[in-house]
């Protein structure tokens, strides 16, 4: 990624005071305010995560500040392409799903990282051209996506595929001298692979509404909603390192994608110096726009950063939280909590009564693993496919993340879940929020 500006970052005395006034509150107890950022960005919808090295699994300081503060993981390098696929037709899985277990086993989510890619390809891939390259990229997200079916949130499909400046237009590249609907095709193989994952694209320098890349990207994106090519997310990588700062008209970015009708993901945030002011402008756009659907930091600890020299994440190399942090929790904390938005519209006349004759189907819970601060819950149901189950949680405690169906909240300890065609089978985790006793009731009706 090249610098484009450069900027000395500011450490400015009010954000200070801003974050230890915060402390003071969060410590004596403040009713709603979450403790963790995971756990606060679930109670108003969202989703907190971070990228995960397979390598790091083994620290124990990571692992513990990776568990409790993140509910969604992005593997950081082990789900490309020159991993899973080193020799042509060989896929390898081990370290990918060391970083799957190691989040499904702690009730977080999967962001998959990335199936096609001008960079990181294997050497056997890179020397390929035309039509056996494009139908190499196929296979190897067919399999790809087959391997971890119904395990991802959302998969970046594609990553960077636009040219840097002023062009708008595409990157050259292996992948793109295959024609240009290598993108659309590569969704279509993603959608046919695992058709509950919400499928983005993904790419850097689009955060600023100005930039030629950033039309370019979003033209794409509303050409691909016009002629029903499967595209359900956008994610902004929002590396506000290297020379990129944050923009003052990121918002209006979010938005403007949002409003083409897919959700928006800030996927791979950092920031030069951390900056405690960008920290948090970048969570109040974020819940200013309700399709705004989570926040991936690019690492845990500034030791653990790919820009580590600009120290640029929200817990220092020694594991300690820094200003950062506080104005992110504080940001997150903000506000009365919302409930979440539903990313898959649901039938727009739900029965208004119960049908004659009984709820025609049966929703029985089997309680999960608990943790120190969350526990997972699955749902089986039986009697009809046309199930509509109603989950009641008990306050304060809030669902952090789903699967298995749709969910929709009609407010935020209640959710409305539909099958997605998946199974008759569903679950979620729920924070514990400061009540550890309380667990879900379900009811079941058709539709
Ligand atoms: O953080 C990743 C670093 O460990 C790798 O060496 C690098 C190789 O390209 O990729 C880094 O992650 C990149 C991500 O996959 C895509 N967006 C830019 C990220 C930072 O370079």
Request: proline share 5%.
């Amino acid at each position: 990624m090249p610098a484009r500006r450069t900027r000395t970052a500011l450490a400015i005395g009010a954000v200070a005071l801003a974050a230890v006034t915060t402390a003071v509150a969060i410590g004596s107890g403040t009713a709603s305010a979450a403790s963790t950022l995971g756990a606060s960005a679930a109670e108003h919808g969202r989703y907190f995560g971070t990228a995960i090295a397979a390598g790091r699994l083994n620290d124990g300081t990571y692992t513990t500040i990776a568990g409790r503060e993140f509910n969604m993981v992005t593997p950081e390098n082990e789900m490309k392409w020159d991993a899973t696929e080193p020799s042509q037709g060989n896929f390898q899985y081990g370290s990918a799903d060391q970083i799957v277990n190691f989040a499904t086993s702690r009730g977080m989510r999967v962001r998959g990282h990335a199936l096609a890619w001008h960079a990181q390809q294997p050497s056997w891939a890179q020397g390929m051209s035309g039509t056996a390259l494009r139908n190499a990229m196929l296979n190897h997200i067919t399999q790809v996506a087959t391997h971890f079916r119904g395990k991802i949130h959302s998969w970046d499909v594609v990553n960077e595929a636009f040219a840097d400046g002023g062009s708008g237009g595409r990157r050259d590249s292996n992948l793109q001298r295959t024609g240009n609907d290598w993108i659309e095709a590569a969704f279509r193989a993603a959608r046919a692979a695992d058709p509950n994952a919400k499928l983005c694209y993904n790419d850097y320098n689009t955060d600023n509404w100005n930039d030629a890349k950033t039309q370019g990207v979003y033209r794409m994106v509303q050409d691909f909603k016009s002629r029903g090519v499967p595209i359900d997310c956008v994610g902004l990588q929002s590396h506000f390192t290297g020379g990129s700062d944050y923009p003052s008209n990121y918002r209006t970015t979010l938005s403007s994608f949002a409003a083409l009708g897919v959700d928006v993901q800030i996927t791979e945030l950092d920031i030069r110096n951390a900056n405690a002011t960008a920290y948090a402008n970048t969570v109040r756009d974020c819940y200013a726009v309700p399709r705004c659907n989570g926040i991936t930091v690019w690492g845990v600890r500034d030791s653990d950063s790919w820009r580590s020299n600009e120290s640029p994440l929200l817990f220092d190399g020694s594991g300690n939280k820094k200003q950062a942090y506080n104005s992110v929790l504080s940001a997150l904390n903000e506000g009365t909590p919302t409930s979440p938005q539903p990313t898959t519209p649901g039938p727009s006349n739900p029965p208004s009564s119960p049908p004659p004759g009984g709820s025609g189907c049966t929703a029985s819970i089997v309680p999960g693993t608990v943790w120190g601060d969350r526990y997972n819950t699955t749902v089986n149901v039986s009697g009809s496919t046309n199930w509509i189950v109603t989950v009641s949680l008990t306050s304060p405690q809030r669902m952090s993340s789903s699967w298995g169906a749709n969910f929709t909240w009609p407010d935020a300890y209640t959710a409305t879940v539909r099958p997605n065609g998946s199974g008759n089978s569903f679950g979620f985790t729920t924070m514990f929020n400061g009540n550890s006793s309380a667990r879900p009731s379900v009811t079941c009706r058709t539709s």
